[in-house]
């Protein structure tokens, strides 16, 4: 099993563009999140999905939309990247919601400039 | 919103010393968990801790959850140059967005050899 998978690894985007970063697990599981992670301020929750076809905000959602349109697949958009989005990206998933135990993507750094 | 604790921010430690880091909330939780970052990677789980009082051990990592169920305290016995990274505490509640996971802002462990 790979787990779960995130592409791209990196990327550089101009203030004003878009993007999609993409989340895949193999393992079955229902529920996916997406964190942003910045030094000093540990994991931050973004948005999560319960299941397929369903989103959710988090803590800090703005300035991004999430789709789960297939179980195994859970996408992370910025329609108009800000310099403020800089950061990395981790995508998790687990068996059932707050999972007790989350399984984390390797992550994406994404530099807005 | 929920917040944890997380300290020390940082530790220098010899090869062969032991290391004690702990978390604490100002509510309570009912999972704490504990993860370990290294250097451009995701965070992987090390040890699940479920109920009030519970002592879980993982090799040398032991993890407790406190009495109180607002702290849990991570030991790493005889510390080697692997132990290398960032290590964060999770709490989570169940129910409702309640079930995602909280996270502590980490603790940066570097072991001289």
């Known amino acids: 099993n790979a787990g779960v998978t995130q592409t791209p690894k990196f990327r550089v985007l101009k203030t004003g563009q878009s993007m999609t970063l993409l989340c895949a697990q193999d393992m079955n599981h229902e529920y996916m999140y997406w964190y942003r992670q910045d030094p000093g301020m540990g994991l931050r929750l973004i948005h999560y999905s319960v299941g397929e076809g369903t989103t959710a905000k988090g803590e800090v959602p703005d300035g991004y939309n999430v789709s789960r349109l297939k179980k195994q697949n859970f996408l992370l958009g910025l329609e108009s990247a800000a310099p403020s989005q800089t950061s990395v990206y981790f995508c998790a998933s687990s068996y059932r919601q707050g999972a007790r135990e989350q399984y984390f993507g390797p992550g994406t750094r994404l530099t807005v400039t | 919103g929920q917040q944890l604790n997380q300290s020390p921010q940082s530790m220098f430690i010899q090869e062969g010393e032991d290391v004690s880091m702990n978390c604490t909330s100002s509510?309570?939780?009912?999972?704490w968990l504990w993860y370990k970052q290294e250097p451009g990677e995701g965070p992987v789980l090390l040890i699940a801790l479920y109920k009030a009082g519970e002592l879980t051990s993982n090799g040398r990592l032991t993890a407790q959850f406190g009495i109180t169920r607002k702290d849990s305290f991570l030991n790493i016995s005889a510390s080697i140059p692997s132990d290398v990274g960032i290590y964060f505490c999770?709490?989570?509640?169940?129910?409702?967005?309640?079930?995602?996971?909280?996270f502590g802002k980490g603790t940066k462990l570097s072991v001289k050899p």
């Open positions: 509510s309570i939780f009912n999972t």
């Open positions: 999770a709490g989570q509640n169940y129910g409702g967005s309640q079930g995602n996971l909280i």
